[in-house]
Every structure is written in structure tokens, then in C-alpha cells.
């Protein structure tokens, strides 16, 4: 059974978030690196800015690795990047040393990129089964059953054998680079955090498994031996059967 969690607005989500990652950063040893990769889009904007305004002290960014699910194929300074959204809304706002960040190279070559991004993933995460092991992987949904940057035509980059993927945003063309469900199904905890009803029929979808729900990358997110969480405003869960 999936961790559901129903949220009354944005900021209470942001709070059970904020506090979920603050333990789960307390309980390594400070002496550990803890992995985090980040969503990218719109919905993280206001949750990492309540992250930095009511955590920004508590947490020991020293022990923490940044890494992003996607970027976009776009310069660090372009309005589309994830990088730089992340930056406005987080990272310019704690003190995060410039080695803990592992940004993808949104302006470089995508393909020899995904394999650059790949080598760093390797280098600093420690692997188990010979797959690195984040201690958390942020997800995002879109209104289509995308996440990360694996859409429903491209189903199969998720499995594919490669950590590191070029994928293809198949409404503006745009190149993306995606991690796989390689890295996110071999992770300690995995967190979909899904605002707004403009998701609502796609979370009814996945969760409660209807027609066509296998078709979807997000619903190819099952995490082998991690906890798999949905934090969900009350927005995004509207279209859910009450029971639910
Ligand atoms: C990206 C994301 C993507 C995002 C969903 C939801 O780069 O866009 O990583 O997977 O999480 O598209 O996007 P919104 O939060 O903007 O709805």
C-alpha cells in the first residue's frame, strides 16, 4: 500500500515535507553525505521557498548532495531551467556549499551530458546491486502521467538499462536529460508532491488504477525495497473516490 498523505493547502504540504526531509537528514550520521534529487517545474517553487524560510537553520546542508531528477536542455540562466529555479527559491537561501551541488548541464551536448551526469551520479553515490542508492528522490506528476522527464510515448526510457536518459518534451520538442527508473526504484524514499486540480485526474488515475494507469511512467515508480510516499493537496485529491 502506497503512503498517501492529504493535504488541506500548499503550505501544510510543504511543512510535512520539510520536517519529513529534516528527519530523515538527522537520522545519517553527519559524517554521511545525504542524496537528494530534486523535481523540477512549478510545483517545488513554494515548497522550497517554505523549506528555505522555516528550515534554512535546522538542517545540516554540509551533509547535503543535490542532485536534480531532470533539467532541461537550456542554459543555467534560462527561465526554463530547473537549476535555476531551484536556485531563486532555495539554494541562493541556505548555505549550501557550491561542492554539494551537482547541477546537469542543461547548456551542454545533451547526450554526452546524460552520460557526464551519469559518472557523477556513480562517483558520489554509493551503489548497491550496482545501482546508486539516493536517500531520497523528489518527484513531480504531470497532468499527462509524465515524471521526471519520461512522457507516455517514450514508456520505454524508463526501463531502460541506462541511469541517465536524453528524453523529449513531446509538446514544445524541447530536449530534456532524465534520470531512469533504474536510480528512482532503487531508492530509500521516493516522494510524488502533487498540487492542484489541474492533477486531479491523473492522481485518480494511478492510485486508483484506472484504465490504462500501467501506460504511465508515474505509475511505473515502485520502488524496490524504498517507501514510495504521495503528499497530495486537497486540489490534487479531489477527483479521488471518497473511500480512498
Ligand atoms: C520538469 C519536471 C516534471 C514536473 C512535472 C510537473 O522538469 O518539468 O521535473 O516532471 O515535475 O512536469 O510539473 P509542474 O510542477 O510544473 O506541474
New binding site residues.
Given amino acids: 500500500m502506497d503512503n498517501i498523505h492529504f493535504f488541506e493547502n500548499r503550505d501544510e504540504l510543504s511543512d510535512f515535507f520539510a520536517r519529513d526531509l529534516y528527519e530523515k537528514i538527522k537520522e545519517k550520521p553527519d559524517k554521511e553525505v545525504f542524496s537528494i534529487a530534486l ?6 517553487k513554494h515548497i522550497f521557498q517554505y523549506l528555505s524560510s522555516h528550515y534554512h537553520k535546522n538542517i545540516n546542508w554540509e551533509k547535503v548532495y543535490f542532485f536534480w ?4 536542455c537550456v542554459p543555467p540562466e534560462d527561465k526554463e531551467s ?1 537549476f535555476r529555479m531551484t536556485k531563486e527559491n532555495l539554494l541562493k537561501n541556505i548555505p549550501i556549499p557550491d561542492n554539494n551541488i551537482f547541477r546537469i548541464k542543461g547548456e551542454n551536448q545533451p547526450e554526452s551530458e546524460a552520460k557526464e551526469y551519469e559518472k557523477t551520479i556513480r562517483k558520489n553515490i554509493h551503489a548497491l546491486n550496482g545501482i546508486p542508492v539516493f536517500d531520497y528522490i523528489m ?4 497532468d499527462d502521467g ?4 519520461i512522457f507516455p510515448d517514450q514508456l520505454d526510457l524508463f526501463d531502460s538499462g541506462k541511469l541517465t536518459v536524453v528524453a523529449i518534451n513531446p509538446y514544445s520538442g524541447q530536449k ?1 536529460i532524465s534520470i531512469t527508473g533504474q536510480l528512482i526504484n532503487n531508492a530509500r524514499n521516493v516522494a510524488f508532491l502533487i498540487t ?1 486540480k ?2 486531479a485526474e491523473m492522481v485518480k488515475t494511478i492510485l486508483e488504477k484506472k484504465n490504462g494507469w500501467q501506460n504511465l511512467p508515474a505509475s511505473k515508480v515502485q520502488p524496490t525495497f524504498g517507501e514510495l510516499l504521495f503528499l497530495l493537496d486537497k486540489e490534487a485529491a479531489a477527483s479521488l473516490n471518497p473511500g480512498y
Fill in positions: 523535481s523540477g517545474g512549478s510545483t517545488p531528477g531532470d533539467e532541461r530547473n518527484l513531480g506528476l504531470g509524465h515524471t521526471v522527464s530534456r492542484g489541474a492533477k
